[in-house]
């Protein structure tokens, strides 16, 4: 196993990805799909904290760029997430699987607040907690907000399953020669002010000893892949 002592990780799944093959909001197969990695991760004895992105329906910084408030901007974005929550804590219903979800922003009518006991309880239950729109503030990510709930819950490590494979010496998207690290450190991704996550999200989680493991979420079955030491990955893990 990658993390052998783990036994609470936080999923953090990138939004974007959960349009698959649309060019916008929520594919249903996609997250069923990935709602079948997430249980595979649960089943497997790991107590799983889940967050998702909003980047498939919404980005702060976007809005703001067609000239949108900013701030308005990021609570549409932090909204988004909470549709992909609910959209997430369906599909794995559906299977089986006992899900919470806790929003950041208080929205009672849809589903619980954000109280860290609480969701302790859910996890030591056996549910997954999937945590939703961000840290409830304008100018963070869910990154960011992942990163919170992992050292909030006292998560062994923050998976974040996203579009690329790994953390590169520049972006891959951007650069064909880009070149994939094993494994970096925290403070090498900052000074390096790689774009892959952002810098409060690495902070955060070098402050609390949080290693982050990133890899690409759109290979199915890399979810167990990961966990299991295999497959292509970066960690980003502490400074010698
Ligand atoms: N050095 C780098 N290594 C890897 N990826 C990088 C690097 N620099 C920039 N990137 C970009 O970072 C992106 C991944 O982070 P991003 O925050 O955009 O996605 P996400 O958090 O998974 O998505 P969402 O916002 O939908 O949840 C990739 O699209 C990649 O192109
Ligand atoms: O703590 C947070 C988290 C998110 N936002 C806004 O939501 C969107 C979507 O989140 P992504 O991490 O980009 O997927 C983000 O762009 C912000 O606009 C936020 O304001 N605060």
């Not at 969701?119 to 919170?148: M, Q, S, Y």
């Not at 925290?186 to 952002?198: A, E, G, Q, R, T």
Request: proline content about 3%; some cysteine.
């Amino acid at each position: 196993m990658l993390l052998p002592d783990s036994k609470r990780i936080l999923l953090k799944l990138s939004g974007e990805v959960l349009m698959g093959n649309e060019g916008f909001g929520i594919d249903p197969e996609y997250v069923a799909r990935l709602a079948e990695e997430v249980k595979q991760a649960k089943d497997s004895g790991l107590e799983v904290c889940l967050v998702i992105g909003g980047g498939n329906i919404f980005r702060g910084i976007a809005g703001a760029a067609k000239g949108l408030e900013r701030t308005t901007g990021d609570y549409m974005g932090m909204l988004a997430t909470v549709m992909n929550a609910l959209a997430m804590q369906s599909a794995l219903e559906k299977i089986g699987v006992a899900t919470r979800v806790q929003s950041a922003i208080p929205m009672n009518a849809v589903c619980e607040p954000y109280i860290r006991r609480r969701a302790e309880r859910h996890l030591e239950k056996g549910r997954i907690v999937i945590f939703a729109a961000g840290t409830g503030n304008p100018f963070f990510t869910t990154d960011t907000g992942a990163a919170l709930r992992a050292a909030e819950m006292k998560c062994d490590a923050l998976l974040k399953g996203t579009s690329v494979d790994g953390v590169y010496n520049k972006d891959p998207k951007r650069f064909d020669d880009a070149e994939r690290h094993e494994t970096i450190t925290y403070s090498k991704v900052l000074s390096d002010n790689l774009k892959v996550m952002d810098a409060a999200a690495v902070s955060l989680c070098r402050e609390n000893d949080i290693p982050i493991v990133v890899f690409s979420i759109r290979e199915k079955g890399n979810v167990a892949r990961v966990l299991a030491g295999e497959g292509v990955q970066t960690i980003v893990r502490k400074d010698d």
